[in-house]
């Protein structure tokens, strides 16, 4: 079998002209990381750094270097050296080693990263690249520097060991795209979504570099820009990777006015613009386009779906892979198939108390959640008592105090807001009452206040509604957003996961967003004001709605001003409620990423069997969200 270091690299340059002035000072650190104490060891991480330090010193670059370093150190060289950054100057990052990614954020792995962890504890004892706070891109931007080069150069696949008790963690293969860089940015990766990149072409490759780095590092040596150093890689990684029978191309994301110069460019390489041929990309082929949408699926049906329509595309064997996966993880979060923490036992000797606070009975899919919630707990013996929040955070705390003064034995929130969480919790902690998080998240700074969360993944629901768009446009596309109650966590996570998805095609962008508070009387009146200041929503490609309510006001507004929802614009939203397999069938709405109400079924019996054994589960129990368009809901 192959040796696969995979990896994935981000080139991030900013510049501020279109031939910037070569600043007075070029400063760069370097880290490389084998010699892993806990996971599994790496072999050219070390070299590869140690490549790229010679090659910045060539070009004039001060650079610090780590090898082997611990949490600590690791954070410690960061932070000297962004201190060592003035303004105007050009600075390089480089890392080489473990890295992972819990599907929104990437994190890079120290040498001394436990084995085994939950996904919060490895967040919290990992380095985030960027998270728009204290990732070390974040740090490194704050600093001002006029050009700005990061090379992460990490492993992609998971090297962890899921805690005893859970069966695996919901890690995104590889690297998660990084959402869309601010303009002066420069990104690429080493291969494409759902890619491997490969560190040796065989058992008898002496190389000491990776391949990516072997073709990569003399185009960056060189006095190309950026740009054209990863074009010429593209194709050389291509057809070497080929030659081992694997596919690996390096994929970018060009923000960058201009050519991008470590140093000098050559300007008899930099290619003549062509506004003609900007304006007309080469078409790919169907099952291409198709294919960038499907690899990055959490729906096996989907993985189906292109495979029946596809059945001779070069990309098939990808596809029936993906679909066993993701079939496997599917079977592996059915209610009979929890972890072993956490899987259902008989009952506990005495009725359960479990106070309910819910957040509103808005639109149709919250209503739905109550009623499930509310049947379950008949069917399993337990004595529920269920308080509706009306949408108020106030309501919420109140009835939250109320299930702790009736010393109930379990709560289960699904929070009005993300915030103002951490002081009640303290309370019911004290009293000794577990909190049991479904449908959203909250922000806390003790994750340990509560037990664990019950929920799709919001993000994922975004970039896969965002995805679905982009296959639909063909990767151009100026959207209308209809976002949920500012705040919520679905809104935040909905809008964050869409715009990671989108950002991949630069002529894919939001052109207006509005709240519609995820009610169909919200959803309509922001799309008639639309529609009144923008002549009949001229030049909108689609409606992204953060759920199907929203959508539903939109479909009314638009018929009423003469237009054909699903036909003239591409309408995509969340949830799948009753109601959007008819607005599907019937050609007004397009997709709907589905978020189930039948929730219960997985909460219950971890309450029961925590009440029992005081063991925790997983920390988030995900619950599957596969998307529907009229081909595959039954329409």
Known sequence: M????????????????????????????????DAYQHIAPLEKARADAKAYSKALRDKGFRVREGYDLSFIQLNGAIAGFVE?????????????????????????????????????????????????????????????????????????????????????????RGLAPMAQPPQGTFVVFSASAGQSALDRLSAADADPNSVFTRVFLPYLSSDLSLQEAVKASQAQ????????????????????????????????????????????????????????????????????????????????????????????????????????????????SRRVTIGFSQVGHEGSWRPAFSEDMQEEAMREGIDLRFADAQGRADEQLKAVRAFIDQKVDAIVIAPVLVTGWDELLQEAKRASI???????????????????????????????????????????????????????????????????????????????????????????????????????????????AHNDNMLFGAIQAMKEAGLRPGKDILMVSIDYVTGMKEALAAGDANASVELTAEIGKYVYPVITKYLEDKRDPPKWVVVPSPLHTAENSGG
Request: charged share 20%.
């Open 2 to 33: 192959r040796p696969l270091k995979l990896l994935s690299l981000v080139l991030v340059a900013t510049c501020v002209a279109l031939a910037p002035a070569l600043a007075e000072n070029r400063v760069a650190l370097v880290i490389g990381d």
């Open 84 to 172: 060592s950054i003035q303004p105007g100057d050009t600075a390089v990052f480089v890392y080489s080693g473990h890295g992972w990614s819990d599907g929104t954020q990437n994190y890079l792995v120290s040498v001394d990263a436990p084995a085994s962890a939950s996904e919060d504890e490895l967040a919290g004892e990992t380095t985030p690249i960027r998270n728009g706070v204290n990732g070390v891109l974040d740090r490194i931007e704050r600093k001002g520097a006029g050009l700005r080069v990061a090379i992460i150069d990490a492993c992609r696949d998971n090297p962890f060991t899921p805690p005893p008790g859970q069966r695996g963690y919901p890690f995104t």
């Open 237 to 348: 990684v291509a057809a070497l990777a080929r030659t081992a029978d694997h596919d690996q191309k390096p994929s970018y994301w060009d923000e960058v006015l201009g050519p991008a110069c470590l140093t000098v460019c050559q300007a008899a390489n930099a290619p003549a613009f062509s506004p003609q041929a900007a304006a007309t990309p080469p078409v790919p082929r169907p099952d291409e386009t198709a294919w960038s949408f499907v690899q990055m699926t959490a729906d096996w049906r989907q993985a189906q779906a292109f495979i029946d329509r596809f059945p001779e595309s070069a990309e098939r064997q990808k596809a029936e892979a993906l679909r066993d996966m993701l079939r496997q993880k599917e079977a592996s979060l059915a209610p009979g198939s929890l972890p072993a923490a956490s899987a259902p036992s008989a009952r506990v």
């Open 434 to 544: 577990p909190i049991f998080l479904t449908d959203r998240d909250v922000a806390v700074a003790d994750r340990s206040l509560y037990v664990t969360r019950f929920s799709a993944d919001f993000n994922k629901e975004g970039w896969l509604a965002g995805s679905w768009l982009a296959q639909a446009s063909k990767g151009t596309c100026n959207i209308v957003e209809l976002q949920g109650t500012v705040g919520s966590a679905p809104a935040i996570d909905r809008k964050k996961g869409f715009e990671a998805a989108i950002s991949r095609f630069p002529r894919m962008r939001i052109t207006m967003s509005q709240s519609g508070d995820f009610t169909t009387a919200g959803g309509k009146r922001v799309t008639d004001s639309l529609i009144n200041a923008t002549n009949r929503l001229s030049g909108i490609c689609a409606v992204f």
